[in-house]
């Protein structure tokens, strides 16, 4: 009876699971599977080096710039997040802690084009005439704008929940506000923050309007834009989407890889924190 039952059990789940599967398979293993064919089957005319000959010095620059733009924005949203999320945490003021997150999440709910007319606006106000952001700070200034609300929510919600006996109990064992902060507050937030880097990393990364409208600079442009116009002519020149699929697959690449790199670096301070909590 045992048997039968978990037999059924498993067949079960099995079968709560085929709809996402199949989900998965359209949305996502098909279309990695057809970019990943387009990037390596030669189009008609042209051959195989075709497809990446396109990926020279400028294509790298172009990635290193995004890249750039992306650490700085995650950088910039975790100073700025981390500290509003903890004093709001603290407060014991339910109705404060409520009107707050309402105002931190309500960019999120407007159109992302509407957020960035409406900064653009806003700066050429300032500055007292139009198209007047010139400059890689305006993409981040906007990048932040946009995505610190991903960075934000994670932190309060792990931050809120936090019991906060262990922040005393560290407090009145003798260590100060920067070694509980190190020892108890950073590794229980770990996760979420953890959560909130790749939320922010990857759009900001992966953006495409936001230097369109926030740098005016000739060269602001960033990867993904230059992945754009490639695909525009994908219905015209066979090549054009070679590359475009053949540019996408090595980003997807690289994000990967740094995402890689990012959980073993996370992990080898989670062992030396734990190491120094056992010498300490």
């Known amino acids: 009876m045992v048997t039968r039952f978990r037999s059924r059990e498993k067949s ?3 079968g709560m699971l085929l709809p996402f599967a199949i989900i998965a398979v359209i949305l996502i293993i098909i279309p990695l599977a057809l970019i990943i064919i387009k990037s390596i089957a030669p189009a008609p005319g042209y051959s195989f080096s075709d497809n990446w000959n396109y990926i020279g010095m400028f294509i790298w620059e172009k990635i290193l710039y995004s890249f750039w733009i992306a650490l700085a924005t995650t950088a910039i949203c975790i100073v700025i997040s981390y500290p509003f999320a903890y004093f709001l945490s603290v407060s014991k003021n339910k109705v404060y802690k409520t009107a707050v997150v309402f105002i ?4 999120i709910w407007t159109s992302f084009l509407v957020k960035l007319i409406g900064l653009k606006t806003f700066f050429d106000l ?6 007047s952001t010139y400059g890689s700070i305006w993409t981040i200034i906007g990048l932040v704008y946009v995505f610190i609300p991903f960075m934000i929510l994670p932190l309060f919600s792990v931050l809120d929940d936090m019991p906060k ?3 005393w109990a560290s407090l ?3 260590r100060t506000q920067v070694q509980t902060f190190m020892r108890v507050v950073l590794p229980y937030t770990k996760t979420a923050l953890i959560s909130g880097i790749t939320l922010v990393f990857l759009p900001s990364l992966t953006t495409v309007a ?3 409208f926030l740098n005016n600079s000739p060269d602001g442009s960033m990867i993904c834009d230059i992945i754009v116009q490639e695909g525009s002519l994908a219905p015209v020149s066979a090549i054009s ?3 475009a699929s053949s540019l996408s697959l090595l980003l997807s690449i690289l994000m990967v890889g740094g995402y890689v790199l ?4 996370t992990k080898g301070i989670g062992k030396i924190i734990r190491k120094r909590r056992e010498y300490a």
């Open 210 to 212: 936001v230097p369109q």
């Open 172 to 174: 009145d064992l003798g």
């Open 104 to 107: 931190v999440t309500a960019p």
């Open 165 to 167: 006996n262990i922040v």
């Open 12 to 14: 079960g789940g099995y």
């Open 241 to 243: 989407l070679a590359r």
């Open 262 to 265: 990012m959980l073993l670096s």
């Open 126 to 131: 300032i500055n007292g005439y139009q198209n």
